[in-house]
């Protein structure tokens, strides 16, 4: 149950597109197509993106998408909007629990 | 509509207990598997426990396990998280949520916090 490992912060323009990283291992990431991106803005419950890797949950923009190659996932948002300002957190099974990662603050600049 | 109410955080004493319930509603709460995940402030989230809709499979955190114990009432719609052996490491605000391990968590709970100090 290591945590995933994510940069600790980006940084994009409106209307830019940025990608967030999360890295893990074969145990977890590189496994299993289990992985998913929850957004949190300060002082309210997280919310999720993304979940198995790619798929996005009703109501959620299309300006969201992820995938995977190996161990590593990624969250990647198009067209950066205000609103986008938030932590993000990758999550991903890993066989006797679940790991999150440490989390990406994201920025619009 | 889904909802899910936590309920239960209080300031305890390092070595006490306490139970965390919350409350769900807007869904057939037994045919889910049920999660606690926790953020200490200013720190990011850490999955803690995860029980399946029947509620025959439970998972811990090797942080917890030991400590903590989850359990689900279906006919009350109410999971629990039962902590013992409280340490100071152990405050944050605790978040149910619906899914398992798979980590689908599609609808949280607004939180809890506990306070765990002398």
């Known amino acids: 149950q290591s945590a995933l490992t994510q940069p600790a912060s980006v940084s994009g323009s409106p209307g830019q597109s940025i990608t967030i990283s999360c890295t893990g291992t074969?145990?977890?990431?590189?496994?299993?197509?289990?992985v998913s991106w929850y957004q949190e803005h300060p002082g309210k419950a997280p919310k999720v993106v993304i979940y198995?890797?790619?798929k996005r949950p009703s109501g959620v923009s299309n300006r969201f998408s992820g995938s995977k190659s190996g161990n590593t996932a990624s969250l990647t948002i198009s067209g950066l909007q205000a609103e986008d300002e938030a932590d993000y957190y990758c999550?991903?099974?890993?066989?006797?629990?679940?790991?999150f990662g440490g989390g990406t603050k994201l920025t619009v600049l | 509509e889904v909802q899910l109410l936590d309920s239960g955080g209080d300031f305890v004493q390092p070595g006490g207990s306490l139970r965390l319930s919350c409350a769900a509603s807007?869904?057939?709460?037994?045919?889910?598997?049920m999660t606690w995940v926790r953020q200490a402030p200013g720190k990011g989230l850490e999955w803690v426990s995860s029980?399946?809709?029947?509620?025959?499979?439970?998972y811990y955190a090797n942080s917890v396990k030991g400590r903590f114990t989850i359990s689900r009432d279906n006919s009350r719609n109410t999971l629990f998280l039962q902590m013992n052996s409280l340490r100071a490491e152990d405050t944050a605000v605790y978040y149910c949520?619906?899914?398992?391990?798979?980590?689908?968590?599609?609808?949280w709970g607004q939180g809890t916090l506990v306070t765990v100090s002398s």
């Open positions: 999550c991903s099974y890993a066989g006797t629990g679940t790991s």
């Open positions: 949520a619906t899914g398992g391990l798979y980590g689908d968590f599609f609808t």
């Open positions: 198995e890797v790619s």
């Open positions: 029980i399946s809709g029947s509620a025959d499979s439970t």
């Open positions: 807007g869904f057939t709460f037994g045919g889910y598997a």
């Open positions: 074969s145990s977890d990431v590189g496994s299993y197509n289990l």
